[in-house]
């Protein structure tokens, strides 16, 4: 099966849009969790538990990892969820952005070492930063198009040779010459939700967005869903991490990250019952 087949059972079989990002800090652990010789691996297995029955799928974030020199953790904890919840996709953020043999590695190591069914990757090289993820055809490989961070304008409204503002370039470069085997993806942050029906409009109905930004960033569900949603009322893997991996710090941590989950996903299909109304 590949990411994109996965990702629409995911879509329909969960009735969700909701995707956790797994943001581990151990910091903010509760104390029951701390003092574990494996806690980032305890802690975000607890979360994976907890919030599976209301997500379309995880999205560990490999930097909260490596800073802790937990990347056999995170391996660890990819292993888990392909084994226990094997119908969710799990995308890698990593941001990677390199080329030749060097961007050749980094797709090995998502999609072998991590076996991540897709993984996030930065296009500011071109194509050929691109083109070793796409050697995989059967995982995804998801493109910072317009990102949430209110920095990113610094370079992604820059206009191109056509005129348009430089993310809407980069849509239109995905979705008409890079995504050859229909397996690319865009991230378009939700704390930007005309930019984002822009990128919606630019790209169809079949390239899904991952969409950052919701929940501890501030980005409004009814606003994202009504701007990024395709004609299928799907089309969207709409993150959320702090506010849900973070509801409680006591002993009902995972219950109170399953009831915001829960709250989110419910949130998100109300906003798609509004639109297809």
Known sequence: MTFTEKLEAAWKNSNS?????????????????????????????????ATAPYVCGFKPQIAYFASES??????????????????LPLVLDSKRGDIGTTAEHY??????????????????????????????????????????????????FFESSSGEPLYLHVASLVAEKWNRHGQCGLVVGA?????????????????????????AQGGDINSTVHAGQNARSTGMMINSSRAILYASCGDDWQEAAATVALQTRDAINAARAIETR
């Open 70 to 87: 937990a990347e056999e953790q995170l391996e660890a904890l990819c292993d888990y969820i392909h084994k226990t919840y094997p119908h």
């Open 191 to 215: 704390t930007f939700p005309e930019e984002l029906k822009k990128v919606r409009a630019r790209v169809g109905d079949d390239v899904p967005l991952l969409v950052p930004g919701i929940g």
């Open 17 to 49: 849009l909701l995707m956790v990002g797994l943001d581990p800090d151990p910091n903010r652990f509760p104390p029951c969790i701390q003092q574990s010789k494996q806690a980032i691996f305890d802690f975000c297995k607890g979360i994976v538990d």
């Open 107 to 156: 797709a090995k190591e998502a999609y072998k070492r991590y076996q991540a069914d897709a993984v996030t990757v930065n296009p500011y090289m071109g194509f050929d930063s691109i083109e070793p993820y796409l050697a995989w055809q059967n995982k995804g490989v998801i493109i910072l198009c317009r990102t949430s961070n209110p920095g990113g304008s610094d370079l992604q």
